[in-house]
């Protein structure tokens, strides 16, 4: 039976979560337990399935499919989930409570009042026989925020510790503490723009970021990578990115130049290094937060340390690499408890909500 009873103590709850950059689907199995009004986590086992060709494309197809096709890969993509979800239980011999899912985004417009994620919750909870928490995002949106980010929340109950906590993934998104408010926002894209220059040159990504340090700066694309209009909006007021914006902002700036690949990368490694160090450089001391798969790229971590003077902290392997999931599957916690999992201070909604669909089993 599906236990929302908010004096519960302890959670064993599997996060499911895709990023932009279809490097795959991270599945991590969490335990969560309230002790003292404070709580602590354990990520107990965790591992990513890398997409298929096959699922890479039907992803990147949805966008401009029809709106048939489209229903149907979201219900064929929540039964793939669930098929996984189930194979990494019976594979690790656990027993979860249920199952929160990120889902992957296809259209993030919340000016719009849009945001998808596709992964039918119904399609997982019937694949794997457990209760699904999804759809974390549209609540906030109707109620006119940005949707985004959603870990702060996380950041702020597990992680507090920390003056500033930051994913490196498809986007960077950074939260931190700001005249005691929680304040949250995507910096810059990230993965998502250095693979896709890697795969011009048919590499799924920049190996430690080698490709990079081989390559010359374009001071002249530097400065229009810089001076985009996003980069000039405040700190505090609510802002986030998605693949609509690199599309329309980002690639037609790299068509316009004729340089070599690794100069594209080595320059675009440089902006996202130059953005964060904005931000973190608002504060003279401090310890950050790494995470994501940014911080396996060995060239752009040390371009991000050159530039700020602030504690660099670098995590185990599986909160590095399963920090997303293991939020996701905490805002699940939240939700079943009907307990605020995203911050009007963060997404500039009209009022904290508690966001997700719920699918029993």
């Known amino acids: 039976m599906f236990m929302t009873n908010i004096s519960q103590q302890k959670y064993d709850v599997i996060g499911l979560m895709s990023g932009t950059s279809l490097d795959g689907l991270d599945i991590a199995f969490c335990r969560f337990i309230l002790d003292n009004k404070q709580w602590n986590y354990e990520i107990v ?7 298929s060709a096959i699922w890479k494309e039907k992803l990147l197809s949805l966008e401009t499919t029809d709106a048939l096709n489209f229903q149907k890969i979201h219900v064929e993509y929540g039964q793939y989930l669930g098929r996984l979800t189930s194979d990494f239980i019976i594979k690790n011999s656990i027993k979860p409570d249920f199952v929160a899912s990120h889902g992957h985004t296809i259209f993030h417009q919340p000016d719009k009042k849009l945001t998808v ?44 510790e920390y003056d500033f906590c930051l994913n490196l993934g498809g986007f960077a998104n950074i939260s931190y503490e700001h005249f005691g408010k929680r304040i949250a926002f995507d910096v810059c894209p990230v993965n998502i723009v250095l693979n896709a220059l890697c795969e011009r040159i048919g590499k799924s990504y920049d190996d430690r970021g080698g490709l990079a340090r081989s390559g010359l700066i374009s001071s002249y694309l530097l400065n229009e990578f810089d001076n985009l209009s996003y980069y000039r909006i405040l700190p505090n007021t609510p802002k986030s ?44 001391r401090g310890r950050v937060l790494i995470t994501g798969g940014g911080v396996h790229n060995e060239f752009l971590m040390e371009r991000i340390k050159a530039l700020t003077k602030l504690d660099i902290e670098i995590m185990d392997a599986k909160t590095i690499n399963f920090k997303e999931a293991l939020i996701f599957a905490f805002l699940g916690v939240l939700r079943v408890r009907n307990e605020v999992n995203c911050l009007k201070s963060v997404t500039g909604a009209r009022q904290d909500s508690s966001g997700g669909a719920i699918y029993y089993c």
């Open 45 to 51: 086992c965790a591992e990513t399935i890398e997409y």
């Open 117 to 160: 994620q596709v992964g039918a919750g119904a399609a997982i909870s019937a694949n794997c026989l457990l209760p699904v928490v999804c759809d974390f995002r549209t609540t906030d949106v109707a109620f006119g925020g940005q949707g985004a980010p959603l870990v702060p929340i996380g950041d702020k109950l597990l992680f507090s």
């Open 241 to 284: 990115l998605g693949k609509e914006w690199v599309i329309n902002n980002v690639n037609p700036l790299i068509d316009k130049y004729e340089l070599d690949e690794i100069d594209f990368l080595r320059t675009y490694t440089e902006h996202i290094a130059f953005q964060i160090s904005r931000v973190l450089n608002v504060k003279n």
